[in-house]
């Protein structure tokens, strides 16, 4: 692995501040305040092959919006402990950095389902986020879980399907999509749990299952037309 300082990436950082790319981000619903405006593909480049737990540490520490990215893309999943993704989690406060973290380095973690069944009971809004983002990166990243594995989230896709917050119900649709598009198998099953979401009386369920379900139609017309769904539903 290639090695690099602290001080260095900080002044790497810093010198590529763009005060007019923090206005945008704005925009886009990320939290601007100590973000300097610099792409994620400029910083995935920078740790491209770092890995060093410590080093991520330090970074998330500061408190930089984009040190924090820097920190989800150079530490070691093996290396990550429980503690530290729920102190990682309280820390989020924007929906980017939750989702780096969850889809770049905790979803990699041996701790990643505990949190993805523990953190949807967390009241705070991005906590709550994380659990389902951390759903939605199992279901594309863990090539070794069954999926069988997946169904256990369907009740809890379900409970939280009437939280009306934007960056929660966003996720909860992203979990649901996300695993449905696993396999033929989950496919069926995500569709059949949407059917009962979008029965509930509630307009952030109905919203959630309506958008998963017109994806799930496109996918399935293509599976059927391919011959890999036996039993479409639709």
Wanted: net charge neutral; hydrophobic share 45%; with cysteine.
């Amino acid at each position: 692995m290639a090695s690099v300082t602290f001080d260095d990436l900080m002044a790497g950082l810093y010198a590529q501040a763009n005060p007019e790319n923090v206005a945008g981000m704005a925009r886009f619903g990320i939290n601007p305040e100590r973000a300097l405006g610099i792409s994620v593909y400029t910083l995935r480049g920078m740790v491209k092959k770092v890995r060093d737990h410590e080093l991520a540490l330090r970074l998330w520490q500061t408190g930089v919006h984009e040190a924090r990215l820097l920190a989800c893309f150079c530490d070691d999943p093996a290396a990550v402990t429980p503690d530290q993704m729920d102190a990682w989690a309280a820390d989020f406060d924007s929906w980017d950095v939750c989702d780096q973290a969850c889809t770049s380095l905790f979803d990699q973690s041996p701790h990643a389902w505990t949190k993805a069944l523990e953190w949807p009971a967390r009241e705070k809004e991005f906590v709550r986020r994380s659990a389902f983002a951390l759903m939605a990166g199992l279901a594309w990243h863990d090539k070794r879980a069954a999926d069988d594995d997946f169904l256990q989230f369907f009740p809890i896709i379900r409970q939280y399907s009437t939280d009306g917050r934007n960056f929660v119900k966003k996720a909860v649709n992203w979990a649901l999509r996300n695993i449905g598009k696993r396999s033929p198998a989950l496919m069926q099953a995500a569709w059949e749990e949407a059917e009962r979401i979008r029965a509930i009386d509630n307009p952030t369920a109905r919203w959630i299952a309506s958008d998963a379900m017109r994806e799930f139609k496109k996918k399935m017309e293509k599976m059927n037309d391919a011959g890999t769904l036996s039993h479409p539903g639709i």
